[in-house]
Structure formats: C-alpha cells, structure tokens
C-alpha cells in the first residue's frame, strides 16, 4: 500500500482560457507561467509531491523535461478545485495544496504558514491567505475577492463587493482580500467537492462560500506579501515591470 505523503501539491493548468489562450504555456520574462508557479511551489520544503494537473500533453510534456510530475485529468472537470480533487484521489496525503496556476510569484512564505496553521487549528479544513488592501482601487474591482474573519482570524464571508461596508465614509475601514493558494485537509477537499454548488458561492462566484454554508471552518492567514494573478495581458505587462523593478 503507497505510504501516506503529510502534504501534496496540486497546480491545475489548463490550457482553454478565453482571455489568454494557452496561459500555462505564456513565456513571462523568458519562462513559461506553469514552470515558474512549479519553481514557486518546489521552494518550500512543507511540500513533499508537486503534481500538476492539465488537460493538455504539452504542458504534461513541459513540465516533465523539468524534472516536475504532470497528470493528465479530464477536460469537462468543471473547476480547479475538481482537478485538485481528482489528483488527490490518486495520492494519499494529509493536506492537500491547490496552487493557483497564474500565480508565478506563489513560494514558501506563503505555503509554509498555511500548512502549519492547519496542523495548529484541528477545527480548520481550509487554510487562506490574507492581505491588507493598500490600493483602494482593489476594493472596488470585482475581481479582487474581498473577506472579513473574526478574532481568532476564521472567515465569515468572502464577497466581490467591499467588504465591510463603510458607514463613515472618513473612517476608512481595514479590508483585506484573499490572495494565492488553499490549503486542504485532505478529507474537507473530498467533502466539498461532493456538495453540489450552493446559492451563496452562485451568486458571488466564490468556491469559498460552499465550505461556510455548510458550516465549516475556514483558517484566514494573514501574509504581508502580495502576488500577481496572470488572467489579462496587462497582467503580464505587470508582472515583467515587477521583475525588472521589483515593485508592484
């Protein structure tokens, strides 16, 4: 029987986005998106396997002349997270890591704390990461998922509208937005991935949302880093200037 891994690494990959065909593949600053989100991931030592999944055989081909390890999982898998799922099927872990793979600037800061606050917080199935909004612009883009938690830093609500709302518009309040990977306990991934969608996570669009109505824990980490999502070519723009000037 395959020994049990203490934490696993999923980095879904498709190739079908309408805003960047072929995304995995995009070259930023001379190396392609899905190496760099794989060099990322490989620089934490809480990570013992890194897996990435696709549904093409040129990123599994890519990846492998790395060195890395690619599956091959269905193409209708609805979400990342189903990739994940499937993946994690197939390798018996204790957590289980769902790296983004338009993050290429995801790397052991921020894997590492949120392993360890899944081993510190037993109640958590889920683990995220949290950074101060500084550029009130963010709180009004729909894209920037926004999220409020309480004292002992548990989610209560992820939204694309700010949150929370501000009564005195001279008091401007604290916000914050969920950035980078989730990390899994392994068996909170089986159980979510086998509830139908829920209305909450419908109507925001948010995979977050499923765990709270059901009533689940969500562990919010805060992290002072803050990352570079590639869905847009003003993204990329964004990401080369970050490379060359090393500001955001």
Not at 156 to 183: C, V
Request: charged share 30%.
């Amino acid at each position: 029987m395959p020994r049990t891994i203490e934490t696993l690494a999923v980095i879904p990959a498709r190739t079908a986005s309408t805003r960047l065909p072929e995304k995995p593949l995009l070259k930023l600053a001379g190396r392609e998106l899905v190496l760099r989100v794989l060099d990322g991931v490989r620089s934490s030592s809480e990570v013992d396997k890194v897996i990435v999944a696709t549904d093409d055989e040129r990123v599994a081909r890519l990846v492998e002349s790395e060195g890395g390890a690619a599956m091959m999982t269905p193409p209708e898998l609805p979400t990342g997270s189903d990739r994940v799922a499937f993946v994690a099927r197939e390798i018996a872990s204790r957590f289980v890591l769902n790296v983004q793979g338009d993050d290429p600037l995801v790397s052991k800061d921020v894997i590492d704390p949120m392993i360890e606050a899944l081993r510190g917080d037993t109640d958590a199935g889920l683990a995220v990461l949290a950074k101060k909004i500084d550029n009130p612009e963010e709180t009004e883009r729909s894209s920037i998922v926004k999220m409020v938690f309480n004292n002992d830093k548990r989610a209560l609500y992820f939204s694309r509208s700010p949150i929370p709302f501000a009564r005195d518009p001279h008091a401007a309040p604290y916000r914050y937005k969920h950035i980078g990977p989730y990390a899994w306990r392994r068996e909170a991934l089986f159980e979510f991935s086998a509830w139908a969608p829920t209305a909450l996570e419908k109507t925001e669009s948010l995979e977050m949302l499923r765990m709270l109505e059901h009533g689940r824990t969500i562990k919010c980490i805060l992290t002072e880093r803050d990352s570079i999502e590639i869905d847009t070519p003003e993204d990329v723009r964004q990401f080369e200037r970050y490379i060359e000037e090393g500001v955001f």
